[in-house]
């Protein structure tokens, strides 16, 4: 019988415990303050979606973005002991994406976050706002 990565255990475990990780990366943003913080969930809106959920967060400044990252970061890996899948965008701090296989993470900085649009290229799956 072959044996099963780490890895591949991770990214199992993660998905049966999706609503949890949610949760987390939730409460990890708005603890440090994030803005115009929401979910999309592609759930029901595309047949076959790479991803379930993107969360999606403005920043004020790039000082914060990376605040926020490492926010997220570390408090999923101290509840769930994983680390992204990927993770890119950290050295401009103007869009950083956190791959946590099933949920994405977002972070803009506001205008970066105006011009792509991402909630607008969307718009026919479900979005969460928070505050």
């Known amino acids: 019988m072959p ?5 591949v255990e991770k990214q199992i475990s993660i998905k049966a415990d999706d609503a949890a990780l949610q949760a987390v990366v939730l409460e990890a943003l ?5 803005q115009d913080l929401c979910a999309v969930d592609f759930k029901e809106a595309l047949e076959h979606p790479l991803f379930d959920t993107f969360i999606i967060c403005s920043a004020t400044s790039r000082t914060h ?4 990252c490492e926010n997220v970061m570390r408090r999923v890996y101290e ?3 994983i680390e992204p899948s990927h993770a890119e965008g950290r050295e401009q701090s103007e869009w950083i994406l956190i791959d946590y296989f099933n949920i994405v993470v977002h972070i803009f900085l506001t205008e970066k976050r105006h011009f792509y649009d991402i909630e607008g290229l969307w718009n026919d799956a479900s979005i969460k706002h928070y505050e």
């Open 30 to 34: 708005q603890e440090k303050k994030a």
């Open 79 to 81: 509840q769930f002991h």
């Open 65 to 68: 973005a990376e605040a926020l």
């Open 3 to 7: 044996r099963i990565s780490k890895r």
